[in-house]
């Protein structure tokens, strides 16, 4: 019994979490219903969000911008101090990928920048989540990064505080995804 115990274990604390809940849910959504379309209407205006806005939402940004330059594209996070620089390993690597984040200036989310937006990109379930429990009324708008990547995982994790090698696999995905993404973007048919 007590082996079975120990594997169900990271099962139960997942259950307990409901931020890994969220993430859980997001990722066996997208691998039943497909790649989600994207919202209605013209999309001019993308924020790209992310929890502190110092890693992965500054990077995919970035990516969105230069693959699509008729989008206005904003990052913000929903925890971000407002200011701080990129995280020091985040604007290493993204240099190796060809991305400035020296003059990046982290962004704490607003409904202001909801309602500009046309398009929000979160990097993993529970920001889908975070945002109908504060903004309710944007949450058709939201779409995950990870949902225009073919291959799962769909979700893109933080790699704030973890080594290099892990930015590089996260970058490396989100790299993957804003090319589709701009893709998608770019060819009205595909929506």
């Known amino acids: 019994m007590s ?14 979490s409901s931020d890994e809940r969220r993430d859980l849910l997001w ?13 209605e209407g013209p999309i ?9 806005n110092i890693c992965r939402s ?3 940004g970035r990516l969105l911008a230069a693959g699509s330059p008729s989008l206005q594209v904003r990052s913000g996070g929903f925890e971000a101090r407002e200011g701080d620089p990129a995280e020091p390993d985040a604007i290493r690597v993204a240099s190796e990928f060809g991305v400035d984040l020296s003059d990046h200036a982290a962004h704490r989310i607003t409904l202001d ?6 398009l929000v990109v979160g990097m993993t379930g529970r920001h889908h989540g975070m945002l109908r429990d504060r ?3 944007h949450s058709s708008k939201i779409r995950m990064l990870g949902d225009f990547l073919e291959a799962r995982p769909h979700s893109i994790p933080d790699p704030w505080g973890c080594p290099q090698a892990e930015f590089r696999s996260v970058y490396h995905q989100i790299r993957l995804a804003t090319t589709r993404l701009s893709a998608r973007l770019a060819s009205p048919g595909s929506r």
């Open 3 to 16: 082996s079975i115990r120990r594997r169900l274990r990271p099962l139960v604390q997942i259950l307990r």
């Open 27 to 39: 990722e066996l959504r997208r691998r039943s219903r497909g790649e989600p379309p994207l919202p």
């Open 44 to 52: 001019g205006n993308v924020l790209v969000i992310c929890l502190g």
């Open 58 to 60: 500054p990077f995919a």
């Open 113 to 118: 920048d909801l309602e500009w937006a046309h």
């Open 135 to 137: 903004w309710d009324e």
